[in-house]
């Protein structure tokens, strides 16, 4: 089906060898000629990218970019736009074997659920990042939690949860994100209307048949009530998913060895908190179980923010733990793989257009090829790497 | 856990030869070698050499000035963290460098100097002065006398003031390499407070352009 939405602006794609010479010269003397750039693509939609992209970077529009991505760029990625004024991504083999997955699912079944996994630094959160930009092209609700990890550490308070005696709440964290999620999702909250009556104080209570917004600027504005509204969001939409007028739904998180695990937080008591007792990590665990229809899950593993985890593990079942592997169990796994040679030459080739690449010998050839020892293709070393050449 | 004989520093036998880590010498054909080449090759290969430090690489981003730099900055032996420092801070220059040339209109962009290790010579430069004042006796005062520096004198000093500048004049709450890419920048345009120190030496050895025939070098 791919073959039917091939760009039909033809790429002048020459040899690497010596093409590699003549492209910094012609992409230095003119303004933006995009058809000569060999790492560029015009293909801006990710629905229409196919093979014929890999190793190329598109531009996400400007205007897109603070609405689709408010949170859930890698930090490095985020500086990295600033500085060059533009957000660009290269289009991946696990971005696009996802997408393509995602295309020709049945949504009338139960939630197939797709794990993201790879080394550290290979590109996981980026292909994440990748089928958001999808998802919101197409039209669908996107629910981004950048890290759960974000979660079950590093938390200054801890309420007592309204709704169920043992449970802890997490204000500030669960606010933020609804503001997140509003930014994200702004078209579907006048849309989606509740299905059931909240009472969250003896005054306060949310009827039947509102619109979702108020629920949620009602979670912004009482930050105490947070973490229940977050759940009540959640619910609503697990329940809503399938059949009301083509609102499709889909989940993503990263960072989901976080959901189980242990944590940081401690009680009054100093006595360790388990992940179930926080509401946010209860409610986003019942959806992730595949019990809902008319979506999906796209989870990434992370190393980096995890806790108690040895920092050589990469694979699902040393992050997720056997709690965390039987309740992901069964999910699509999607290997990131590191940069090939390809994918390397496209990096450096933006790195030099940006003006990135300023040290005069890492634009020969000795350079590259010291460039490409230091890193192993990594693509975060190579990004740390070029930062300050 | 591996432990390594220190080597380097204990005292090695006249004997030894120091080594060569550029690469560039080992790639010259045969043929292209002047007999004085083809003779310290010969003495190479029969006499033992001594072991390469480890500041010292082969790689082509290998820059003298830069490591001196670096093991200026070093406390405690800690290199890995004044490295971190230095790091970051070429990174921070280049940085503001590169979003001031992507905001920047056409006619400004070719003023703009993107390459950090560029602005870092190029600040260093502004920051050498070019004459210094010594402490001489004469008649049981000491009067201080200007006097030529060397090329090492003026990088010493260069560095050592643009270090202690930002070790001492920076709010409690900013970062070295901020303060240190703040610096850079404006020493590379001629202001900021190192250049005006190099300045106020040269008026005081202008001042006391009378004591020089003190100087008996």
Known sequence: AFENRLAFRAQVRPLHGSGCGQQQEAVGMETRPETFSIFRTQENNPACQSEQHLGQYYTVPPSHFHTVFPHGLPPRYQQQVKTFNEGCVMVRQPALELISHLKRADYSKPTLRYLLYGVKGSGKTMSLCHAVHYFSKQGWLVLHIPDAHLWVKNCKELLPSSYHASRFDQPIQASNWLRNFRTTNEHFLSKIKLRQRYVWTKRESTEEGRPLGELVDMGVSHVKSSSDVVGAVLKELRLQAWGTEGGFRMAVAVGVNGLWGRTTLKKEEKSPVAPEELTLVHNLRKMINNDWCGGAVIATLSQTGSLYAPSSAYLPQELLGEEGFDSMDPFVPVPVSLYSEKEFESCYLYYLDRHWLQHPHSQTEEGKKELIFLSNRNPSVLERLCAFL | ?217
């Open chain 2, 1 to 217: 856990m591996i432990r390594v004989l220190l080597v380097r520093w204990s005292r090695y036998n006249p004997y030894y030869l120091e080594p060569e880590p550029r690469k560039e010498v080992y790639h010259i054909p045969e043929t292209e070698l002047t007999p004085e080449q083809k003779e310290e090759r010969e003495l190479k290969s029969v006499r033992p050499i001594k072991a390469a430090t480890n500041s010292v690489t082969s790689s082509v981003f290998n820059d003298p000035v830069l490591s001196k730099f670096v093991n200026m900055m070093m406390k405690d032996g800690d290199k890995i963290i004044a490295k971190g420092i230095i790091t970051q801070t070429l990174e921070n220059m280049k940085r503001k460098q590169v979003e001031k040339y992507h905001k920047a209109p056409e006619v400004k962009k070719a003023e703009i100097e993107c390459n950090p290790y560029v602005i870092f010579h190029q600040a260093l430069e502004n920051c050498k002065p070019v004459i210094g004042l010594a402490s001489i006796q004469k008649g049981g005062k000491f009067y201080q006398v200007p006097i030529p520096l060397t090329d090492n004198r003026r990088r010493f000093l260069a560095m050592k003031w643009m270090i202690t500048e930002c070790r001492d004049n920076k709010h409690r709450r900013t970062l070295m390499y901020e303060k240190l890419s703040q610096e850079l920048l404006a020493a590379f345009s001629k202001e900021g407070n190192v250049v005006k120190r190099k300045h106020e030496l040269h008026k005081m050895a202008e001042s006391n352009r009378a004591y020089a025939h003190y100087r008996w070098w």
